[in-house]
């Protein structure tokens, strides 16, 4: 039962100065209905500085400045990771991530660990989330159990199959579609109090607004942010319409910000300074109660589901590590006389490239860094971090390296540190298929060994622009950027099976060859580098050696009719005609529409004579795909034999049609 919740917003709307220490003396007399709807936004990899009501100019968010202007704004706020599932896991269970062990993409959310929906699900909450990228789909294996304690997840993302699909209808969702889907569930779903999460991911490379925001701003990051909050703007409107805005509490905030070249970062990931550890932090309560106000003093992400639950009177779970920020808004306490210490980490150098992984600590002016050359930066008089005091200021640097150390022990899991969970093939390439490298096969299993991310920064923009290069079927401008990392680090599995890739789409197959084995033997269970290599084998004749590839991929995935397919056709070449048949029919039970399956069922059955069996395949496969010329051909041979000449007059007519027209 959400008993006690906002029964203060109903007595506060008369007496603004009161908040949450009403609450409990009220408590238990408040029927659920009582209870604040919550919207719940995350905006991914957003500058602060970008916010105009956190004094930028470039006018990109006027609907978020509107929601400013009639809640809390925390002006100094700041994620604890610079990756998208690690901050997420953060922000929900209000943990550090050398706690919740979300240190990378992939893995899961641990099954006991309180978490923020649940808790609300489990208070009396209609609870749905609106998802916006692969990344944070747990179905598709990205993020498993970030839908634990939501009614309804709506995810539903899958990696590209070829480069004419589009990412918007495989890896990721436009904002707009994001809102579309969460006010299409609204309208349907009228129950309260409900708590809604939508994530918005338009922000994250590649950046791609659409129009008018294409042009609309000097650089297309900014035109997404402006494209992010113009969506945002019109779930605003809607809840305004339909009488739900004022009573519901918005908390809206970025999991890490965009590098954009800062310290020769393109993206985010590997460094820890403000441009993606500084973020968007805003809460509008029910009733505009606290509007206005803005909190100057340092805070945290972490800090966020100790404040939600906080001001909805709930017990905290005593696994939480941040501090509730109620008493902050409330202004005049302790805390707002303080900046609190805020800790952030990044295992994502370590884990993708084996280097070695970062750690900070903004404390009083600093911020320090954990690196394998240490950096100190006084943040009152260096907003950018560009003058590292580790060397002239060894003492102050080694005082709050200690307290790093220390604050991280303290509040290190109580599992023992974090597993050693390696990443799926699956889940490599789903990774890939953002733009992010997983999977290193040279990582040691010290994460604070390896080379200093500041002196490999380059390699990893380029490897991120070859991937994301090879995602939009630009492969020949892909290949020496992916040949480039390599030689500096050969090790870098995602490197070479993607080289691998894009060197078979231009049909440059011994080359291919070289580097897709090269990734098998990094990562050999990756069913995409393996079913890339048979490709590269079947293609240049090597239909035997092609074989074994094709078996494992095909026993991998049983569902995936490419696979299947590829399999029989490799049969069917090499003297096992019985088997292809078989795994075709599968296919055929799989996919009815297979062309290529239709096409070599038909074929195989009309050289073993039996023309009445082939025809209905062969003319499936003229039905799928018209404008082929084989397979007019193949069905006026099957015409043929079952002695229908004028029937295979005709088809031959068309295939000769069809052939000189692709030939002109
Ligand atoms: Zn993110």
Known sequence: MVNSLFVFMRI?????????????????????????NIVFITVDTTRADRMDFLGSKRGLTPNLDIVAQQGVVFERAYSQAPLTPVSHATIFTGTYPQFHTVTDFGH????????????????????????????????????????????????????????????????????????????????KNRKTPFFVWIHLYDPHAPYDPPPPFDTKFKDLYDGEVAYADASLGKLFSYLRQQGLYERSLIVLMSDHGESLGAHGEAMHGIFLYD????????????????????????????????????MLSLPLPPTFQGESLVPVMKGGTKISASDLPAYAETDYPHRAFGWSSLRSLRSGKYLAIRAPKPELYDETQDKADQRNLAASSPAVTSTLLAQLNEMRDKTASYHGGTEKASLTSDQTANLAALGYAGGSASASADP???????????????????????????????????????????AITVAQGQLGIALARVKRYPEAIVALQKAVQLLPDSVESQYELGLALFETGKWRESTP?????????????????SLASVYARTQHVPEAVDLLHGVLELNPEHFRANLLLGRILTLEHLPDQAMPYLQKAVEVAPENFEAHAFLGDAYEQAGNELAAKGERARSESLKAGSNQ
Request: charged letters at 20%; hydrophobic letters at 40%; a neutral charge.
């Open 12 to 36: 506060c709307f008369m007496q603004p100065s009161c908040l949450i220490g009403l609450v409990l003396v009220a408590a238990s007399l408040q029927a659920l209905a009582e209870a604040p």
């Open 108 to 187: 899961p959310l641990p099954a006991l660990l309180p978490y923020v929906p649940e808790i609300l699900q489990k208070s009396g909450y209609h609870t749905a989330a609106f998802i916006g990228s692969l990344i944070l789909d747990p179905k598709a294996s990205m993020a498993p159990g970030f839908d634990r304690g939501f009614d309804y997840f709506n995810a539903g993302f899958r990696p590209k199959q070829s480069p004419n699909e589009s990412r918007y209808d495989t890896v990721e969702r436009r904002a707009g579609d994001v809102v579309r889907n969460a006010t299409t569930w609204l309208d």
């Open 275 to 310: 441009e993606t550890i500084h973020v968007p932090l805003l809460f509008k309560l029910p009733g505009e109660l606290l509007a206005g106000r803005r909190v100057t003093s340092r805070v945290r992400l972490i800090d966020v589901a100790p404040t939600l639950l906080g």
């Open 448 to 490: 604070l060994q390896g080379a200093d991310p500041k002196d490999k920064i380059e390699i990893s923009n380029v490897l991120h622009e070859g991937m994301i290069a090879v995602e939009d079927g630009r492969y020949t401008e892909a290949i020496p950027l992916l040949q480039h990392v390599l030689n500096d680090s050969p």
């Open 549 to 565: 590839y094709f078996e494992f991929v095909a026993k991998k995935r049983p569902k995936w009719p490419d696979a299947q397919y």
